[in-house]
């Protein structure tokens, strides 16, 4: 079983549309959390840091749920520059405190006009 | 640019040969981390750094690569001998921390390798 599990997608949807991704993690010691957002052939970039009661940033909204290991990311209002892979990603929680990224494979989004 | 950078961005190489690639993380960053992507797939971690200090090292991490922070600044990642699984993106982030924001990660451009 993989550490970060994500719908690979693709989910292709209209222009204003809002898009939900989940994720599922399976390390309980995990302390940190965020999506990252990966445009082809790029760099992650951070989108935001999930907190557990949950947190808003513009369109974006993240949610975590520590008992169920489940991470979520609502995007509203989906807009043409949202076309990208979302990646969600959580630190590792071992005993060294390295606080290594553990990511999923990524979820990909294509909004069409 | 006060991003985190890496160079070179392509590195293109024979089987056989050794590359050492560079990271230059954000300057009041003392973590460093390298991470290594393949097609299809999320980063996966090689190994990281505290100021100069080594502190974990992936199984990825075969005993042909080689990673270093000598004045805990910039880091290299060096590949003896590459082989043609050693073709992927690697990338290079830092931290601040390891809990809250300062636990948020940024990442370099990367370092795109090709065995041939």
């Known amino acids: 079983r993989k550490e970060v599990e994500q719908d690979p997608g693709p989910f292709n949807v209209p222009e204003g549309a809002t898009v939900a991704f989940n994720c599922t993690y399976s390390?309980?010691?995990?302390?940190?959390f965020f999506w990252y957002r990966q445009d082809c052939r790029k760099e992650p970039k951070l989108l935001m840091s999930?907190?557990?009661s949950g947190n808003e940033d513009g369109r974006f909204t993240a949610q975590l749920n520590r008992a169920s290991q489940y991470i979520s990311l609502l995007i509203r209002d989906s807009k043409l520059s949202d076309s990208a892979t979302y990646l969600c990603?959580?630190?590792?929680?071992?005993?060294?405190?390295?606080?290594?990224?553990?990511f999923g494979t990524g979820t990909r989004l294509q909004v069409f006009p | 640019d006060t991003g985190v950078s890496q160079d070179p961005r392509h590195k293109i190489t024979k089987r056989g040969q050794n590359v050492t690639f560079r990271c230059d993380p954000i300057?009041?960053?003392?973590?460093l981390y390298w991470y290594r992507q393949t097609l299809g797939q999320g980063p996966e971690f090689l190994t990281y750094?505290?100021?100069?200090?080594?502190?974990?090292k992936s199984r990825l991490l075969s005993d042909r690569f080689s990673a270093e922070r000598p004045k805990g600044s910039f880091s290299t990642l060096e590949i003896q001998r590459t082989e043609q699984g050693d073709s992927a993106m690697y990338l290079c982030?830092?931290?601040?921390?390891?809990?809250?924001?300062?636990?948020?990660?940024?990442f370099g451009p990367g370092t795109r390798l090709t065995v041939t």
């Open positions: 982030a830092s931290s601040l921390g390891t809990s809250g924001r300062q636990a948020e990660q940024y």
């Open positions: 390390n309980s010691a995990s302390q940190s």
């Open positions: 999930v907190y557990s």
């Open positions: 990603v959580v630190t590792s929680g071992t005993s060294y405190n390295t606080d290594k990224l553990i």
């Open positions: 300057s009041e960053h003392n973590r």
């Open positions: 750094f505290q100021n100069e200090a080594q502190l974990e």
